[in-house]
């Protein structure tokens, strides 16, 4: 008798879905920043998702009251708040773009899903670099999960071997992004302006490298010309930086004939010698907290070379959750990364956003989940603790309910799954962010001009 095989897969399936329903009586928990999600699998057949407020923290953290301001902020903006001592936090930054005709001003965005492909810096760069000057992307990885994606560059690559900081034990050699790449055997990675304000040429091209012993050579090709140009690169006990310059630079590509583990890659700089260069470093899954781990060493030597006068930092979808409103454990995670930051760019000011309206369902409608409002109010503490200067991009959007009101504009600001923006809504808060700063220039630049000298 022919043995009957069909009641197995049935067996498989009952126990999967077993497990999956036990699953739900796990708790969330929040590991090194980073939230680990509670499974329910009957959550989409639930008839309301209002039972989820019974597991929120009684109290929220009451926000720091917002720092005076000798000018006040004009109806309808969203201006910064500045718990620094001096109340002086982005001096640094309005003092290099005094300069600005002179060297680069350089912008590190740093962030998450949030603003990947370049969404939201782009338009941020875009205004910045019309109002200041300056052109190109500023630095981009020899690989990319969303080339295909972002529009502010073209960008083709093949032969690259990565790690970044969320999937290696070892961040001793970690880069800016949070990543480092080595080339394979005959590695190219070609990058060409789009027609766009600001994109189309840049002045010039560097690749910023580390390669501690041994030798490594490439050579590069400009504007798709016929006759490659080889360069051979001795090692150097820091990050160091080779540049290729002309006049209108519209496509770069670089070639790596053999494979070198010792060579390490952290991203090519398409930029102008002068204006504003903003860099993006989204990495998709961080809550933030990841930046403590990059090297100081490292960061400290690209600083060196790159010159940063502006950091921002853009986190908090990875954390959030809708049954959650204590984030203590991750501000503290945070102003532990911010004072890491602090030693690495010690001339750099810093800008934090707070995490902006994101929806869940809740009887078959969406609305912002409670977690939003309460992450907002720690990610101001982190600023009050660490005397750094905080935007509240959940207020900019417009508050609780802005993510429903972008996803039904026409044309819509943001995407279907209520938590990310679209490049219709990266542009639209690049402007106010970039408005933000105009005016806290102007104020600068007022109040410097009302200042009279000590007397001695």
């Not at 209002?50 to 009684?58: I, K, Q, Y």
């Not at 982005?90 to 740093?110: H, I, M, Q, Y």
């Not at 991750?330 to 994101?358: A, N, W």
Request: overall charge positive; aromatic content about 10%; glycine content about 8%.
């Amino acid at each position: 008798m022919e043995k009957n095989y069909v009641k197995y897969p049935l067996y498989i399936t009952g126990l999967v879905v077993g497990l999956l329903l036990m699953l739900q009586f796990v708790p969330e928990k929040i590991i090194d920043g980073l939230n680990i999600r509670k499974i329910d699998i009957l959550s989409d057949i639930r008839k309301d998702t209002s039972a989820v407020e019974d597991v929120l923290m009684p109290m929220l953290l009451p926000p720091p009251p917002p720092p005076k301001q000798d000018i006040p902020c004009p109806p309808g903006t969203v201006c910064f708040e500045d718990y620094s001592a001096n109340k002086d936090g982005l001096d640094n930054f309005f003092r290099a773009l005094d300069s600005k005709s002179t060297k680069p001003v350089r912008v590190a965005f740093f962030g998450d899903s949030y603003i990947e492909g370049d969404i939201f810096s782009a338009d941020l760069r875009s205004n910045l670099q019309g109002e200041y000057g300056g052109k190109g992307v500023g630095i981009v990885l020899p690989t990319s999960q969303v080339a295909s994606f972002r529009q502010t560059v073209k960008h083709s690559f093949s032969g690259w071997s990565s790690r970044s900081v969320i999937e290696s034990n070892d961040y001793s050699k970690m880069g800016i992004s949070g990543h480092y790449f080595h080339p394979d055997k005959n590695a190219r990675v070609k990058y060409s302006g789009v027609k766009r304000q600001h994109l189309e040429f840049v002045e010039q091209a560097t690749l910023l490298y580390y390669l501690p012993e041994g030798e490594a050579a490439f050579s590069y090709r400009i504007n798709d010309e016929r006759e490659a140009k080889t360069v051979n690169l001795k090692p150097s006990p820091n990050v160091a930086g080779y540049d290729i310059t002309g006049d209108s630079i519209g496509s770069v590509q670089f070639d790596f004939l053999s494979d070198n583990r010792q060579l390490y890659v952290y991203g090519f700089s398409l930029q102008s010698k002068s204006g504003v260069i903003v860099d993006n470093f989204s990495l998709r899954g961080t809550p933030g907290t990841t930046l403590r781990l990059l090297p100081e060493n490292i960061l400290k030597q690209t600083d060196s070379i790159l010159g940063y006068d502006l950091i921002i930092l853009q986190y908090g979808l990875n954390v959030m959750t809708a049954g959650r409103t204590n984030y203590s454990s991750y501000q503290k995670g945070m102003q532990e990364t911010v004072e890491h930051l602090k030693k690495c760019f010690p001339k750099s000011s810093i800008l934090l956003l707070s995490v902006g309206d994101r929806s869940m369902r809740k009887n078959g409608e969406y609305v912002t989940m409670p977690g939003a409002p309460a992450l907002v109010s720690y990610q101001q503490a982190v600023c009050a603790e660490t005397g750094i200067v905080f935007w509240n991009l959940f207020e900019a959007m417009g508050g609780s309910g802005s993510m429903v009101e972008m996803v039904k504009t026409k044309p819509p600001r943001a995407n279907k799954d209520y938590t990310h923006l679209n490049f219709e809504g990266g542009k639209y808060l690049g402007e106010i962010l970039f408005k933000a700063i105009v005016f806290e220039k102007k104020r600068y630049d007022r109040l410097r001009k009302n200042r009279r000298p000590s007397k001695n």
